[in-house]
């Protein structure tokens, strides 16, 4: 079992930065490869970025590529989203996900193939 907690979101203007955080509770953390989801009002959750359990892998949404950057602190328990030239389409609340996985180096991008998630945390881009 895991336990996942966002930060970090916050109200910012088009084409600014912001860094989220996702805390894991329990143990055997980097037994777990994470992503981050982003839900707009009126839309489906979609994926927007993953990273293997080494965190030698990675993957973006094409949306998001250049812009976002996934990363993780396994001594930390904690996976990270770096998003910079942010828009008003980047409007959502985002969400961490974890799965625990064999594969040091497999990345998921489904949301069913996640098996715990956070509460999520609100990203609102002004123009």
């Known amino acids: 079992q895991v336990q996942l907690v966002e930060s970090g979101g916050g109200l910012v203007q088009t084409g600014g930065s912001l860094r989220l955080s996702c805390a894991a509770s329990?143990?055997?953390?980097?037994?777990?490869?994470m992503a981050w989801f982003r839900q707009a009002p009126g839309k489906e959750r979609e994926f927007v970025t993953a990273?293997?359990?080494?965190?030698?892998?990675?993957y973006y949404a094409d949306s998001v590529k250049g812009r976002f950057t996934i990363s993780r602190a396994n001594a930390k328990n904690t996976v990270y989203l770096q998003m910079n030239s942010l828009k008003p389409e980047d409007t959502a609340v985002y969400y961490c996900?974890?799965?625990?996985?064999?594969?040091?180096?497999?990345?998921?991008?489904?949301?069913?193939?996640?098996?715990?998630w956070g509460q999520g945390t609100q990203v609102t881009v002004s123009s």
């Open positions: 990273i293997s359990r080494s965190g030698g892998s990675t």
């Open positions: 996900a974890a799965r625990r996985d064999v594969d040091t180096v497999r990345v998921a991008l489904r949301g069913y193939e996640y098996d715990y």
């Open positions: 329990g143990r055997s953390f980097n037994s777990y490869a």
